[in-house]
């Protein structure tokens, strides 16, 4: 049992490169969702998915995409990257329960960096 | 945008003390989270008190939650070495899914 897996762990991009997140869970959760982590920012919600083929904007979703099409997978990806998406990018599942009464479980992250 | 706002920012302690952080957060809740950060590493999930709760422990963990204020607190008693990490507390709101974190607490403590 793996839990919340994100691959790469690291990257640099050139601006205007685009790129795919990863990330997988194998604790059969319905939600899952990403967010970014910038200093003095906290977590801020980017895209989420109540389940397979459903999916919903965050509070930052400008510049990404995401996709659902299996419970297991929820990629990320970055069209154009611009500096200003250097962050820190977790992914996270929980199981779907309405008001959230279950706790998260996040990946270990993606540090990104766009030069 | 975010709900939650952590106080004090970062609290730095020595072994044996008592940690002591607070949150308060804007609008209607169903419940609420803390989590935990180590330098690096994903969050890990501490603890939930849920909106009708207004107090609850694990281990040594005692968490309190005013929904008359829009506040709460993470107590760490007998804080160790292995605490410092930063804090981080979510609400999710009763039509939601979605967690809002705080900005975060940076705690460390010293041997």
């Known amino acids: 049992n793996a839990g919340v897996t994100q691959t790469p762990k690291f990257q640099v991009l050139k601006t205007g490169q685009s790129m795919t997140l990863q990330c997988a869970q194998d604790m059969n959760h319905e939600y899952m969702s990403w967010y970014r982590q910038d200093p003095g920012m906290g977590l801020r919600l980017i895209h989420y998915?109540?389940?397979?083929?459903?999916?919903d904007q965050g509070e930052v979703p400008n510049g990404y995409n995401v996709s659902r099409s299996t419970t297991e997978d929820f990629p990320l990806r970055l069209l154009s990257a611009a500096p200003s998406q250097t962050s820190v990018y977790f992914c996270?599942?929980?199981?779907?329960?309405?008001?959230?009464?279950?706790?998260?479980?996040f990946g270990q992250g993606t540090r990104l960096t766009v030069v | 945008s975010q709900q939650g706002e952590e106080d004090p920012q970062a609290l730095s302690i020595q072994e044996g003390e008592n940690a002591t952080m607070n949150c308060s957060y804007k609008?209607?809740?169903?419940?609420l989270q803390w989590y935990r950060q180590n330098s690096g590493r994903g969050l890990v999930h501490l603890i939930l008190?849920?909106?009708?709760?207004r107090e609850k422990h694990s281990g040594r963990l005692r968490v309190t939650l005013d929904t008359s204020k829009k506040s709460s607190s993470l107590l760490i008693t007998a804080s160790r070495a292995a605490d410092t990490a930063s804090y981080f507390c979510a609400t999710v709101s009763n039509s939601g899914y979605a967690l809002n974190f705080g900005k975060g607490t940076s705690l460390l403590v010293t041997p």
């Open positions: 996270a599942s929980s199981l779907r329960i309405r008001g959230g009464d279950t706790e998260a479980f």
């Open positions: 008190i849920r909106s009708n709760e």
């Open positions: 609008t209607s809740i169903n419940n």
């Open positions: 998915s109540v389940g397979a083929g459903i999916t």
